[in-house]
């Protein structure tokens, strides 16, 4: 079992920026693929980005491409999600989440979910 605990949301204006981390406890996180997902109020959680288990692969998708990166500090058991140039609309609730053997953008393809942190964007 891994334990995932984000950190780092909060409200911030249009054109900002924050970095969001997740930290796992449990086991190590280096085995596993890490996606970022988000859900705003009554939408479906959709896939931000992902990192593999090895960091040497990334995907983000289309919405946030060029201002969005994902990285990992597995020495810190540590995946970090850096949003820039953040827009009123992607105010949600953003979770991390733990996968083994590789990368996938679908939910349910994820074992393991942390609690969330709320990042909201004024305008």
């Known amino acids: 079992q891994v334990q995932l605990v984000e950190s780092g949301g909060g409200l911030v204006q249009a054109g900002g920026s924050l970095r969001l981390s997740c930290a796992a406890s449990g086991r190590t996180l280096s085995i596993y693929g890490v996606g970022w997902f988000r859900q705003a109020p009554g939408k479906e959680r959709e896939f931000v980005g992902g990192?593999?288990?090895?960091?040497?692969?990334?995907y983000t998708a289309d919405s946030v491409k060029g201002r969005f990166t994902i990285s990992r500090d597995n020495a810190k058991n540590t995946v970090y999600l850096q949003m820039n140039s953040l827009k009123p609309e992607e105010t949600a609730v953003y979770y991390c989440?733990?996968?083994?053997?590789?990368?996938?953008?679908?939910?349910?393809?994820?074992?393991?979910w942390g609690q969330g942190t709320q990042v909201t964007v004024s305008s």
């Open positions: 989440a733990a996968k083994l053997y590789g990368l996938g953008n679908g939910k349910d393809e994820y074992d393991y």
């Open positions: 990192i593999s288990a090895s960091g040497r692969s990334t």
